[in-house]
């Protein structure tokens, strides 16, 4: 039989539903598959003994040695990202080369050609195996997977679902220390030299952002619903909601995966560049996308040649009704078409069997893992994620984490977002239950979630 294999999962939301369709490929060839919190990157080896460890990145310098540690025991590494899309061309040869300089890689799953071909001439190809699959959590945007996320509801107005971009905002009014250690290594790139100039952009765009919901409000036929980004956080569109009684009509969506979101809705708007167009162009859903500044930082003509752009607030109903009436413009169908085929292998349902299938015939021709220089710090960390997973946490659970943010809500918000985010047994058990179900009702039509 062969050794398992581990998914190391960074966002419940985001990665979970994908890693699950993995897991039940691999179950299908025989493989048997853990899905654990990115934090628990350690503790796995003592846990399962697997024969390869699936990360999404290998940035940090901890995670380039313990690669290293990993290929000593014999143990495959693998990096499937979570994000995998970078249109400057500096830019993506410069996060291949920092991303994972040193480490030891045995197979990376790339999203398209491009980033393959950006590895390649930092030298991975030397050591390391590509797999060009696609994006395997926008499986789950085809049948039989989008029955994860479609949803059951009255249709009384149409659901226009509008996604913000604007995740630098916040460092407008934050120490400047907070934007330079962020952006620090990337000041070798010319677009990036001026971030400052960006984040401003972004912090001026936000501002202007409800111009265009309230134009919608005032139409009086949509159902809006405003999902921030997920690292921007509801705060800020709390607030602005908050100031005028007409938006009360407006609902914020900060929980829902976005696949979900994107299936419930009859007309998506997006801001300037992001990956959120694309999977509306997946669903064939009506697109829209705001623009502010065009900021190099934050717009990409790769994208905008195939977007209904909007950069007047008083066009937008008018381009929703159109969109509603035409949802892909003739003149744009070809060009969103190459777009995927590029940057998204052509996105057909099939990303996450490609993964699996790669992954068992990696373990097949293996040798064993070597265990036997396991010390009792490895083992320790094992116990410490059986206990976990026996208490229904995650791997990293404080039980003090409550009170310390409470007593100390600045200095503990990241751990908390942190553990927030993180998969937990109970989280694994649902999405494996709910894909299997998919898997293996005979008319395709598990239980529908609202």
């Known amino acids: 039989m062969a050794e398992p294999a581990v998914l190391l999962v960074d966002s419940k939301h985001r990665d979970l539903a994908g890693a699950a369709l993995i897991a039940r490929h691999l179950a299908a060839r025989g ?34 040695a313990w690669s290293k540690r990993l290929a000593a025991m014999n143990i495959l590494t693998a990096v499937l990202p979570n994000e995998g899309i970078t249109y400057d061309d500096e830019a993506r040869q410069y996060d291949a080369n ?64 509008i996604c913000t971009n604007f995740p630098t905002a916040r460092f407008k009014t934050l120490p400047r220390e907070h934007a330079d250690a962020l952006f620090k290594g990337w000041l070798s790139i010319p677009r990036y030299r001026d971030y400052w100039a960006g984040i401003d952009e972004h912090y001026q765009a936000r501002e202007r952002f409800f111009d265009f919901v309230d134009r919608l409000v005032e139409q009086d036929r949509y159902e809006i619903i405003v999902r921030p980004h997920p690292v921007e956080g509801p705060e800020f569109y709390e607030k602005k909601i908050a100031e005028k009684p007409s938006r009360k009509a ?46 190099r930082l934050w717009y990409y003509q790769e994208q905008a040649r195939a977007c209904l752009e909007c950069e007047d607030p008083h066009r937008l109903p008018g381009l929703v009704n159109d969109s509603l009436v035409n949802p892909v413009p003739t003149e744009l169908a070809a060009a969103r078409q190459e777009h995927l085929r590029i940057w998204c292998s052509s996105p057909s349902g099939h990303s996450s069997e490609f993964v699996a299938k790669a992954i068992a015939k990696a373990l097949e021709q293996k040798a064993p893992a070597d265990f036997s220089s396991l010390d009792f710090s490895a083992r320790r960390r094992g116990w410490r994620l059986h206990a976990a997973n026996a208490l229904g946490e995650a791997y990293h659970y404080d039980p003090a984490l409550s009170l310390k943010r409470t007593l100390m809500p600045r200095g503990y918000a990241m751990r908390s977002h942190s553990y927030d985010k993180s998969i937990k047994p109970s989280d694994v058990t649902e999405a494996r239950a709910m894909v299997n179900a ?11 979630q609202s």
Do not use: M
């Open 98 to 161: 920092r991303r994972h300089k040193g480490a030891h890689i045995d197979h990376f799953f790339c999203w398209n050609e491009k980033h393959r071909e950006a590895l390649i001439s930092e030298g991975f190809g030397e050591r390391t195996q590509f797999h060009v699959v696609g994006v395997p959590r926008f499986d789950f945007y085809f049948e039989p997977w989008s029955q994860l996320f479609e949803i059951e509801r009255q249709r009384r107005k149409p659901r226009i679902l």
């Open 31 to 64: 493989v048997e598959c853990h899905l654990e919190p990115l934090e628990a990157f350690k503790a796995v080896v003592g846990a399962h003994r697997p024969g390869i460890i699936v990360f999404n990145h290998l940035t940090a310098s901890h995670l380039v």
């Open 438 to 448: 998919i898997a293996e009702s005979k008319n395709g039509s598990p239980t529908r």
């Open 250 to 295: 407006v609902a914020l969506d900060v929980g829902t995966n976005v696949t979900r979101a994107i299936i419930a809705a009859d007309l998506v708007i997006q801001c300037e560049t992001c990956t959120t167009a694309l999977e509306s162009w997946i669903r064939q859903k009506p697109t829209v996308s705001l623009v502010f500044g065009r900021n």
